[in-house]
Structures are given as structure tokens and as C-alpha cells.
């Protein structure tokens, strides 16, 4: 098993990214509701959805509803400040992490 940390900073963002040697663009951004938080959606290298609208929670592969889909891992938040707390618009990539787990 390997993990790998995405690197984030504590803002929306869009990046590209190779897990397991394949290219996605990942696009992050805060939703400031009730319901809110940060959300994910992963396109393919061209930017076609191949999922949207990921919250970032702790506690759960965020891919697991997805394995048909094939893409070789888990995604996980994990917060070193509090293992609970979902990420915070202030602290995505300092306590909250984003980590690619390999089987």
C-alpha cells in the first residue's frame, strides 16, 4: 500500500495531477451554505466529468461509490488537528489533507 498527499492550499483551485500514471484535473471549491464545504470534481486529461461533486469529509473513501469507475485508489481527508472535522475554508492543506491511498 502507498499514500500519496495531493497538495492543497486553503482556496479554490483547479490542477492537474497523475495518480497511478494517469493525468486528471481536479477542481476544488467552497461551497459557503448550510450544506457547504469544500467539493471535488475529477475530470479526465481533456476535462470531461468523470465525477462531481465529492464532499470532502473525514472518516470514508470518498472514491469507494465510484469503483466502477477503476481508478486504482482511495481518497481520503484526514485532519491532524481533529480526525472528526471535515476541512474548514482556512485549514484545506494545513490540518486537512487530501491523501491517494494504492491498494
Keep these: 500500500m502507498a499514500a500519496f498527499e495531493i497538495p492543497l492550499t486553503a482556496e479554490p483551485q483547479a490542477f492537474s495531477i ?3 500514471g494517469v493525468p486528471y ?3 476544488l471549491q467552497w461551497r459557503n451554505n448550510a450544506q457547504g464545504g469544500w467539493v471535488l470534481d475529477i475530470a479526465d486529461a481533456t476535462g470531461v ?3 462531481l461533486g ?5 472518516g470514508a473513501d470518498l472514491l469507494a461509490q ?3 469507475l477503476g481508478l486504482g485508489g482511495a481518497l481520503f481527508v484526514l485532519n491532524s488537528a481533529s480526525s472528526d472535522d471535515a476541512p474548514t475554508f482556512a485549514d484545506l492543506g494545513t ?3 487530501l491523501v491517494f491511498v494504492t491498494a
Design 66 to 68: 465510484y469503483g466502477y
Design 18 to 20: 497523475q495518480l497511478l
Design 54 to 58: 465529492i464532499a470532502l469529509v473525514t
Design 25 to 27: 484535473q481536479m477542481t
Design 49 to 51: 466529468p468523470i465525477v
Design 95 to 97: 490540518d486537512a489533507h
